[in-house]
């Protein structure tokens, strides 16, 4: 097949809003809830099973429904919403039954996590809010009968993370230190003082975190990369201080663990390797994940199940199919399959993902995935390099519509898990530190001569492009190796890492220790910063560039787009400048998402001579 004869995906069908998605069981296994669209804003559907009554019980007309879950009472969802992108997330309940909405947490400018909930206290949830300092998340106890509020622990000041027990008791926590690592504390009861049981030093500190404790209460489950390269699950006693090595793999690091809800003992642990490998503990259920694995080529997660744990919810992702959900019935062992998020799609043929791997001119390993458009000449292409963000992240096998986007429209679509990326041990995270920019930016060019060198890419049209760190580094591509490139595009990239990390979210506060030893001390480091900050080097931009900010961006704000921008006009470099007045870190109205894409489908076609939906 040629690419003028490659039916052409409409920016709706790639970007649009899910016909359904992220389907739920009800606690009592009675009800199905899922996200759909009502006048093409995502809202709460429900349905019960066996019976054709879906019907809506949100009505939301700005961002919609993202986050939702089910309360254990079986009468109402949770669920979750900020303001325009701001991140200050308030919690909702609604009634399924008279569909009334009320929000829990009407606190302007106050931030909520969701700490925890379970079956055996049907009526309470705890949460986390900065409401009484903007820097830090204190406990609250909610009861959905009384809809009483209460504050059941305060944060001294350096806790970042709360843990409860099997009996919904705040027993575990992790704290900054000065040092930029994390302390792990403990307690026996609400009322006993917290006590430091180990510490992560900074090398260890992205990978390893408290996981949960047993259902006795006296051991925990962690994720821990001390006296090991990748972070592997233990368990630790907590009286002896004994650990146990649950699981490990010497070049990945764990990246899921599914836990029986009922006993707290780990039944499979999941390690993302070029695709998903699971590894099942629990022989009881090995019948059961034989079967779902077989249901399609894809990757899997178990993401829901009922209170008997005689239904699961498994969610499917493949690199060349949209997403796919099935109903799993462990009594009867079999699986129904519920809705693909975009059927859509199965009417166009879709490009696969091909695992990569390279060597970096200092020799490290450096691994990503490779996206040709599925026509019969698959060399000498135009490409783009698709940056993730973080950078304390990694990209992965399955569906991405962004790299199904650029194949369709004629790219190769290159997504490298530069050093810094997560997965693949602590060496090879903390091989990034102090490096944006630097090496970090050096992985991502030694990934385009490859492709270059293996003929997938024509070295004259290549761009670069990528959110977040992935932005900034679109815009490093543009001032720090200006001739690699004939095009570049950020979204919510900073371009000044002096002033992104002077401003930084209050409740970032206990992160930034971490993140000034990972990147730079902008009191003690500040020539450095600016050596890496884009914003000091517009002088050596040669090419086109396409911005886009969201401004209620709470991570990257506004100014940092801006700056970079008004630099650029003052010295005549050509730029496309897009700020969306009701977006935060990324764009979630559709409306949106379809304005940016046809933006900068146009500008890479104009750049690298790619298709173009009219």
């Known amino acids: 097949m040629k690419l003028e004869e490659l039916k052409l995906i409409p920016r709706e069908v790639l970007f649009g809003n899910p016909v359904k998605t992220n389907p739920q069981i009800s606690p009592n296994g009675k009800m199905m809830s899922y996200l759909a669209p009502v006048d093409n804003v995502l809202n709460l559907w429900v349905s019960t099973i066996g019976q054709n009554d879906d019907r809506p019980i949100t009505f939301d007309k700005n961002r919609g429904v993202l986050n939702y879950f089910w309360a254990q009472d079986n009468k109402h969802i949770f669920y979750l919403q900020d303001l325009n992108g701001n991140e200050n997330w308030r919690l909702y309940l609604v009634n399924i039954d008279t569909k009334e909405v009320k929000d829990l947490t009407p606190f302007e400018n106050v931030q909520v996590q969701i700490i925890d909930h379970n079956k055996r206290f049907p009526n309470d949830i705890i949460i986390a809010m900065n409401k009484d300092n903007e820097m830090l998340h204190d406990i609250y106890h909610f009861n959905i009968e009384t809809h009483e509020l209460k504050k059941v622990a305060e944060n001294p000041g350096n806790i970042i993370s709360w843990t409860t027990d099997y009996n919904l008791k705040v027993r575990g926590a992790m704290a900054s230190n000065l040092e930029g690592g994390f302390d792990l504390l403990i307690r026996d009861t609400e009322e006993s003082e917290w006590k430091t049981i180990l510490s992560w030093s900074i090398e260890d500190s992205l990978n390893s975190h408290l996981l949960g404790f047993t259902k006795d209460g006296n051991s925990i489950y962690l994720i821990d990369s001390r006296n090991a390269n990748t972070s592997r699950l233990v368990k630790m006693n907590l009286k002896t201080l004994e650990i146990e090595v649950i699981a490990e793999d010497k070049i990945y690091d764990v990246s899921n663990v599914l836990i029986n809800p009922d006993t707290y003992e780990v039944q499979m642990v999941t390690f993302n390797k070029e695709r998903q490998e699971n590894l099942v503990l629990d022989e009881s259920i090995k019948e059961d994940i034989n079967i779902i694995s077989k249901l399609t080529r894809g990757d899997f997660l178990i993401y829901d199940r009922d209170n008997d744990d005689k239904h699961w919810l498994v969610g499917f992702t493949t690199d060349n199919a949209p997403y796919s959900f099935y109903s799993y019935d462990r009594e009867n062992k079999k699986a129904t399959f519920l809705f693909y998020n975009k059927p859509a799609l199965l009417e166009y043929k879709l490009a696969e993902m091909i695992p990569i791997s390279f060597k970096a001119r200092d020799g490290l390993t450096i691994h990503g995935y490779l996206t040709l458009p599925p026509i019969e000449n698959q060399k000498n292409l ?233």
């Not at 400048?577 to 870190?585: P, S, V």
């Not at 304005?595 to 001579?609: S, T, V």
Request: with cysteine; aromatic share 14%.
């Open 382 to 614: 135009p490409m783009v390099l698709n940056v993730h963000g973080g950078p304390w992240y990694r990209d992965t096998w399955g569906y991405n519509p962004e790299a199904q986007w650029f194949a369709n429209r004629g790219y190769a679509c290159l997504q490298v898990n530069f050093r810094g990326s997560t997965g693949y041990g602590k060496d090879f995270l903390n091989a990034g530190d102090k490096e944006w920019g630097r090496k970090m930016h050096y992985d991502l060019i030694d990934a385009v001569n490859w492709a270059i060198e293996q003929g997938y890419a024509d070295k004259e049209r290549i761009a670069i492009y990528g959110g977040s760190y992935g932005g900034y580094a679109a815009l490093v591509g543009a001032t720090f190796t200006p001739d690699v490139f004939k095009c570049a595009i950020d979204i919510v990239g900073p371009s000044n890492i002096i002033t992104l990390i002077k401003n930084i979210p209050p409740y970032w506060v206990n992160f930034l220790y971490n993140f000034k030893k990972r990147v730079g001390d902008p009191d003690t480091e500040e020539e450095f910063l600016k050596e890496i900050s884009p914003l000091f080097k517009v002088d050596n931009i040669k090419i086109p560039i396409l911005i886009a900010q969201g401004a209620n961006d709470p991570r990257v704000k506004q100014s940092e787009s801006e700056q970079i921008v008004e630099a650029m006009k003052r010295k005549g470099i050509d730029y496309t400048y897009m700020l969306f007045e009701n977006e935060g870190h990324g764009f979630v109205k559709p409306e949106n998402k379809i304005k940016f894409y046809k933006e900068a489908e146009k500008f890479l076609a104009k750049n690298l001579g790619g298709r173009y939906e009219e």
